[in-house]
């Protein structure tokens, strides 16, 4: 079986890490993929993983590559191809891919398509209004008190909300989006939503059109700095399972949540199949979504597929053919931590091509992997790529034990203007 991984990060690496440790491929390539993904190794032949040139949003490239080298089953991870319709191009060409639709993947790339769907469909979310035009979205803002999320539309890598206190600040934020374009088109229409307070997780469930299996509880850290201050990121940590949140309380969530959200999807006829993963705040009133996301998160990856014991292979082409109830998720006791490793400046302007030391050693501690994101290969060096560099992830019989172990892997690691958050997890213990 021949594999096509599509895109570059620190979620594509470990998509690629765990597909490769399925018996069933016998070739797997990454577009365009990165040095980490590339040193990886298939358990079915030993062969190694091969990265690709091919940007992960050069649709006809991709379609072009897929067929010439039969490829039996292509995994999407990034959310703009998915966007871009690339699933729908697969697939009229008869070619096995797992992610949702342009359709269905309009729950994470229109935040106010998705904001009327859970109106409509009763699925439990807060007071919110979109605009096209800047004064009428201030005057809304206004009758919030200036308390609220302003949310371009469209996709901005994980950094299109920006959080405001004030009247001021949100008139701020107004123009920031819809004026400035900071974030490009993304910000012609924008979602004001009223801010509530509680406590934010994460939900994945992998999804058939019909059937929806959820993933542990785990908690995501969007804001670069600790103690939850700075700027919103793409996350710069992550942990599960999450000790507060039992199974039951876990199966409850669920339940105000994907069943609504799956029911909705039938009656409006969206098959979705593929990942699903809302970020949903716990408040007295219950739980309420935030937004959807239509794609593994990154770096909740990370600690998922290091916890999973199924077959991912096997899972994907379940959640493709709609046969997913034939299927019970299986996970390690053990708990998972990634603590992201970042470029000086990020989530704003950083500097690329610092040279990158103490891999292996941190690699080689027992229960420790740790994945690329945004690294590139020169002259035999691991040099700085992006924003988010790497993603030191860790397994533990406990929450401390991974929590310790990722730390002092991440702490071998160096590179000119490196920095964590040191309080990963920190709040769970």
């Not at 974030?183 to 939900?203: K, N």
């Not at 199966?251 to 069943?259: F, L, R």
């Not at 998160?297 to 994907?316: A, M, S, W």
């Not at 990634?338 to 400046?345: E, L, N, P």
Request: glycine share 10%; net charge negative; aromatic share 6%.
């Amino acid at each position: 079986m021949k594999i096509l991984v599509i895109g570059g990060g620190g979620r594509e690496h470990t998509l690629v890490w765990k597909l490769a440790q399925s018996l069933r491929p016998t070739k797997i390539w990454c577009a365009p993929g990165n040095p980490g993904i590339a040193k990886e190794t298939l358990k079915s032949n030993n062969s190694t993983v091969e990265c690709v040139e091919i940007g992960a949003e050069d649709i006809n490239s991709l379609l072009e590559f897929a067929r010439n080298n039969k490829v039996d089953l292509t995994v999407v991870g990034p959310d703009n191809p998915l966007a871009m319709g690339i699933v729908d191009k697969f697939q009229n060409i008869g070619l096995q891919v797992w992610g949702p639709t342009q359709q269905a993947a309009q729950f994470e790339s229109s935040k106010i398509f998705a904001q009327e769907f859970m109106d409509r469909n009763g699925v439990p979310t807060m007071k919110s209004a979109s605009f096209k035009d800047s004064e009428k979205a201030k005057t809304f803002a206004s009758q919030l008190g200036g308390k609220c999320a302003v949310k371009a539309d469209g996709l901005a890598l994980g950094k299109g909300v920006l959080i405001c206190n004030s009247n001021d600040e949100a008139n701020l934020a107004i123009e920031q989006i819809m004026t400035d374009r900071t974030f490009g088109d993304a910000g012609t229409s924008v979602l004001i939503q009223e801010l509530i307070t509680g406590m934010e997780i994460s939900l994945h469930a992998l999804c058939d059109g019909k059937t929806a299996k959820l993933f542990p509880s785990s908690q995501d850290h969007k804001r670069a700095l600790e103690n939850d201050l700075g700027l919103n990121t793409g996350g710069m940590g992550t942990y599960s399972p999450v000790p507060f949140l039992k199974e039951d309380k876990l199966s409850e969530i669920a339940s105000a949540v994907i069943e609504p959200w799956l029911s909705g999807c039938a009656r409006e006829g969206i098959d979705f199949r593929g990942m699903i993963y809302p970020g949903i705040m716990l408040t007295d009133e219950g739980p309420k979504v935030l937004e959807f996301n239509a794609r593994f998160g990154d770096p909740e990856t990370q600690i998922y597929l290091t916890r999973l014991k199924n077959d991912l292979v096997d899972l994907f082409e379940a959640s493709i053919n709609g046969t997913l109830d034939e299927h019970e998720l299986q996970w390690t006791e053990q708990s998972a931590v990634c603590v992201v490793i970042a470029s000086g400046g990020y989530p704003s302007n950083y500097e690329k091509g610092k040279v990158i030391s103490g891999l292996e050693d941190a690699d080689a501690i027992p229960g420790v992997k740790v994945f690329h994101a945004g690294t590139k290969m020169v002259n035999g060096e691991f040099l700085t790529a992006g924003g988010r560099v790497l993603g030191v992830t860790a397994l533990g019989d406990n929450l401390l034990l991974a929590r310790n172990l990722a730390y002092e892997a991440a702490a071998m690691i160096n590179f000119d203007g490196a920095f964590i958050r040191k309080d990963i997890a920190a709040k769970a213990l």
